[in-house]
């Protein structure tokens, strides 16, 4: 999807589109397979995303030099067929911030009610905010102001059922007080 928002905001000319994808590619195999994920992504939008997301995105990444630094990966990686462990890296830090960037625009203009995260016991990591970027990111949208967060899950966390419960019923609601 960033890359898909980024095409819309910045990337005017064929070689601005193929480094932008470069860059995203973190641990798909090939380019191709990217760019052919990325062109159905953009087929099953049937239109462009969000211009109200996107908008609150573009402000939110100019605003804090993110899209600024983007433009400069970008030109440092024009015309390379690999990136090198460096600029992967750095790319990688850059993609989590445009992440971030992308669920808090998201949160901030869909002000949700509910947050609904159905069989949360495969995604027990994502109540530790500390645990990596799709902590950070479901925490943007666990501490909405407005929205409820329900944990739905019909399977036992441990052989006795209730072991857990009062550990992850702590912790996920510990950031809503």
Known sequence: MLTVILDGLVNETPSDRRTTRLLMQATVSTLGRFTASVDRLRSELRGEPDPRIVGAF???????????AFLELRDEARGKS???DELRHRAANLTARLRQSLAKAGVD??????????EFQRFRNLLDP???????LAH??????AAKVLLLSA???SRSPTA??????????SSRR
């Open 58 to 68: 573009r402000r939110m990444v100019e605003s804090d030099g993110t899209l600024g």
């Open 164 to 173: 857990t419960m009062p550990t992850t019923i702590t912790t996920a609601t």
């Open 130 to 136: 500390e645990s990596g970027e799709a902590a950070e």
């Open 140 to 145: 943007a949208l666990f501490d909405h102001p």
């Open 155 to 157: 399977t036992p966390t």
């Open 82 to 84: 690999k990136l090198s």
């Open 109 to 118: 203009t869909l002000e949700p009610d509910l947050i609904i995260l159905d």
